[in-house]
């Protein structure tokens, strides 16, 4: 869509839906660039694969709907859809995750609602918290960073580990000894089986303040998540009260016992934590819409991802926490509506 | 009651009763009911089928004795009445269970109790058994237990087929010993489809079954009226 008028304002927007998804897939490439270096071919095949699925599926939700293709095609949700989906995925991840996973993003999450603008959840995360359900085991093989292990594998060896699984390269003791589970993942693990913090924080693959690949990613997507809120296209609310709520309560728990919990920065700069706050909790169409609203929304993202972490059975939380607080922005729109110039607030009429 | 109900109705239509009860007015299709038992226990194909027959012979004998003393029942007391015979009934289904088919009724557990609150039943004694005369309602009963049973196989066996790759598993819990070669591997080596068998996979089905049931309809609806179309007269005069 495109306003122009021929009376002031004389600068008319020029932006549609396609620029911004554009703008946000350029803020993704610092976040790609260093998974890439770390995980290696892994990653830039999950996406390859992830928007070719999801193109597929988007062209067949058009087409069962009797919806013209190019429109919809244009606006890149789809493939902004299959990237964050990718990003959140283990890299070689065998293919039928990506195509079982963008299934339920696209058709069932996105289209089965009314498409692109009516989806009341974030499609890549139901096709995320799908997986996590249904295949815990392939979705918490995360291989070793590449400093770790000295394990990169080549591009064709990639390639066939994602289509024919890593049986026919490696055997599963061998595949044990390339995957790990994630700082996130394996910190709970030893925390639970009494192991200190700082302890664990000593081990080899922990950086300064989180897991040594984690932390430096993190970093990459708070940059591109910097440069979406200089542009304009995500607004600071939903960020910062996410950030503010999550240091809140990590600082009190690691002030309480700081033995068993988390250090704020761990939390963090760890998992999908700059990820979900920039780009999968600032989705336009499934965030609530109002300041007060969004500031609400933030924070109890932050909220439950806290819970879920600590108190939960699940590795990360940013995708049930997303998906919760969806579920609850109808209800926090609509005791949040801003007061109409002119007219009385609701407590006064 | 009133009079008159008493008064023989005219030519009860029973290809109608049949119609209604296993598409047109199917309880778990169309009128939603009892969806608590039907989304909570159609893990596997054999649970359905023993809840499905629970059910059926619940409204049955329901809808018989319901329709049996529609006379002598009071309009102001009818619910509480309706209630405490389901709920007779309903007890005696669920210790015949525990006598004859213990294992499936650990496995279907509380729900074979709460059929009593399965509203298909209290809404067929409501709607058709306290109207009709008794060997109407006996038909509606069957018709209706067996849509409500086909819903069940059929969401039951999708998610089993997507959840776990089988069909019929445990089937020696209802049928005997004979009847463990019954079971089916779909798919070998299949790692299963854990969100099929949670509660998320049976609001799915259940969701999918539904929009085919209308997709089917409105099919057939069209052809319906593609052939009033041909005559010009049935046209005008709408």
Known sequence: ?349 | MSEEQDKPSPAIDYLQLTKDGLWYNNPGLVQLLGLCPLLAVTNNVVNGIGLGIATLVILVISNASISFSRNWVRKEIRIPFYVLVIASNVTVIDLIMNAWLPQLHWVLGIFIPLIVTNCAIIGRAEAYASRNEMLPAIVDGIMMGIGFMIVLVALAALREIIGSGTLFINAEVMFGESAKHLTIIIFDDYKGFLLAILPPGAFLGMGFLIAFKNMIDQGLDKRKKSSLSAIPIAVENR
């Open chain 1, 1 to 349: 869509m495109e306003f122009k008028t021929d009376n002031s304002p004389f600068t008319g927007s020029a932006s549609t839906i396609g620029r911004v998804m554009r703008q946000v897939l350029y803020a993704l490439i610092p976040g790609v660039l260093m998974m890439f270096y770390f995980y290696g071919w892994g990653i830039l095949i999950n996406i390859v694969l992830a928007i070719l699925i999801a193109l597929g599926f988007e062209i067949l939700s058009l087409w069962l709907r009797k919806r013209p293709l190019k429109p919809f095609l244009a606006d890149y949700s789809a493939i902004v859809t299959a990237c964050l989906f990718a990003l959140s995925i283990p890299p070689l991840a065998p293919w039928w995750i990506l195509m079982i996973g963008l299934f339920f993003a696209i058709v069932i999450a996105k289209h089965l609602y009314g498409g692109l603008g009516y989806n009341p959840f974030n499609p890549a995360m139901v096709g995320f918290a799908v997986l996590i359900i249904s295949f815990p085991l392939e979705m918490t093989q995360w291989i070793r960073p590449e400093f770790n292990a000295g394990f990169v594998p080549s591009l064709f060896d990639s390639l066939r580990i994602v289509f024919t699984g890593f049986e026919s390269l490696y055997s599963v003791d061998q595949w044990d000894a390339i995957t790990m589970a994630t700082p996130l993942d394996d910190m709970k693990t030893e925390l639970k089986s009494g192991h200190y913090f700082s302890e664990v924080m000593g081990t080899s693959h922990y950086g300064f303040v989180s897991g040594k690949a984690w932390e430096l990613i993190s970093l990459a997507y708070l940059s591109g998540g910097l440069w979406l809120l200089y542009k304009g296209i995500i607004n600071w609310r939903i960020p910062v009260s996410l950030f503010l709520t999550l240091a809140i309560l990590a600082t009190f728990f690691n002030w309480l016992t700081p033995d068993t919990h988390q250090s704020t920065l761990f939390h963090l700069f760890s998992g999908a934590t700059m990820l979900g706050a920039f780009f999968i909790a600032t989705d336009p169409v499934s965030a609530s819409t109002t300041p007060r609203g969004q500031l609400f929304y933030g924070a109890c993202i932050g909220f439950f991802i806290y819970m879920i972490r600590t108190w939960g059975n699940y590795p990360d939380a940013v995708a049930f926490s997303v998906l919760i607080m969806n579920m609850s922005v109808p209800m926090i729109d609509y005791f949040t509506q801003p007061r109409v110039f002119g007219a009385k607030s609701r407590e006064e009429s």
